[in-house]
């Protein structure tokens, strides 16, 4: 009888540590879960890198370049292409920049003549086209290459939003030139960029 006895204590002293150990190794798998859920959302936030390069040993690849970005899927597009945006967020990106005409820390100008639009110009181009259907940004950038610590940065000069010209069928069949600002260009606004991204008076 006792050594049934101890035999049951004994079993039953295992299933607790057992079952101690599994709880200890839950809470530690749980903790390790949360430590990598916060390491995954402290990922998220992108600090300010600074892109100063050597200016004795790099060279400029491209003086002037431009190129249109399509920010917004259409039908014509393949799988392929609509992955590509799909992580550009247009609305924030287009408001910051409306905000900044009129405010008057950025000047809008004439994609064709390169003249500033007036005030009036630019109410009229609010009314004529919604921001939700700029479909195209044009970027004209400076391309520099560190040949000596192999680091490149693109200078973006200046921005152009377009807008989608539809067919009564809803597709797309050409773009409309918006407004275009000039950015890092002290000659084109009262206002310039320091090295922090932050935009600060002349």
């Excluded at 390790?32 to 600074?50: C, F, G, L």
């Amino acid at each position: 009888m006792k050594i049934i006895f101890s035999n049951l204590l004994i079993i039953s002293l295992l299933l607790f540590s057992c079952g101690a150990e599994k709880t200890e190794k839950d809470e530690e798998s749980s903790l390790v879960d949360s430590t990598q859920t916060e390491k995954k959302h402290e990922a998220q936030i992108i600090p300010y890198i600074n892109t100063e390069i050597n200016d004795s040993s790099a060279y400029i690849v491209a003086k002037k370049i431009s190129y249109p970005v399509t920010v917004k899927p259409t039908s014509k597009m393949d799988d392929w292409e609509k992955e590509c945006i799909k992580d550009i967020d247009k609305k924030t990106f287009v408001d910051i920049i409306f905000k900044g005409v009129k405010t008057k820390r950025l000047k809008a100008y004439n994609y064709i003549t390169d003249e500033e639009l007036s005030s009036a110009e630019l109410q009229e181009m609010e009314k004529k086209y919604s921001r939700r259907d700029i479909g195209k940004i044009q970027f004209e950038e400076e391309w520099f290459f560190d040949n000596k610590e192999l680091i490149m940065i693109k200078r973006i000069k200046s921005v152009m939003l377009a807008y989608e010209n539809k067919t009564e069928d809803g597709e797309v069949r050409s773009y409309t030139a918006g407004i275009k600002v000039y950015l890092n260009s002290k000659g084109k606004n009262e206002v310039h960029l320091d090295n922090t991204n932050t935009i600060k008076s002349n």
